[in-house]
């Protein structure tokens, strides 16, 4: 087991009384949990982590906190020295606590920007250039660069808190000395990257629909019903459109669109997504207005 305390704060105008609103807090203290757990995930899915709030000090808002590592005695027979990724080094690759750097320290460095050039040195570490400037460190900390659980719960922890108004500087302190901080200025950087979607079906195809609702207003999409889903889609076939500004097209309900529908699927950050554009309105077969009837 080891462990490691050390301190967060924030400061602003909004905190000199050292009261911190509980739904700007909470949400902070949830994302240090995440960072931690997501950072020691990518690092050392073997062992377990814990942080616990000690305290806390008048003067802005400061928590003191310590993060405790636990491995198995399974897993300490592999390490000669598991210590080495334990929590004090968890704390320095995330916080830059203990040494020089760290994933906080690195963010602000890089500006929002990617590294001009990224060299393997060896197994475990790495030389960074950005600009003028060559930084040696720790593959670890690219890792946790690199991992978006991590930089999803550092952006809650550091970016969200210092958008609201009369918050303006968030640090980390051990033993009272400021280890990093971080300004408002500087807090887009903390924004999670965005990934590109991953396309995984762009395809036209031929369907009929009956019409839940319709939009005039551009930009809208319309909602429309397959006899199993409904969807809502983009209508860009402009001459159909025309047609139904001009009154030329008139709708009731039971009224069927048979359309040349692009269905787009992608893998996003936030799950799977479908697009539906209708490119094509082929025929608009209005309901059935008397009973069908067979003569001989």
Known sequence: MSKAAFTISYDGPALRDGVMDVRDLAPALMALGQLFDAANQTLNPEAQIKLDVKATEIGSFQIALELTQTWTSQVLSFFASPEVSGATNLLGWVLGLGAPGGLVWLVKKLAGKAPDKVEKLG?????????????????????????LS??????????????????????????????????????EYFVKPSLPDDI?????????????SLAF?????????????????TIEDSDFLQRVDANQISFAKGDILICEVRVVQRRTIDGLKTDYVVQKVVEHRAAARQLPLKFD
């Open 150 to 187: 991590v930089r999803t719960a550092l952006q809650k922890l550091i970016e969200e808190p210092l958008s609201k108004e009369g918050i303006d500087r968030f640090a980390v302190m051990q033993q009272k000395t400021v280890v990093v901080e971080v300004g408002k200025d500087e807090r």
């Open 217 to 233: 207003k551009e930009d809208n999409k319309w909602r429309l019903y397959d006899g199993n889903t409904q969807i809502s889609a």
């Open 200 to 212: 995984l079906l762009d395809e036209v195809r031929r369907s009929a629909f009956s019409i839940i």
């Open 123 to 147: 197994d475990s570490t790495i030389r960074l250039t950005i600009g003028s400037e060559s930084f040696t460190m720790p593959t670890e900390l690219l890792r946790l660069y690199q991992e």
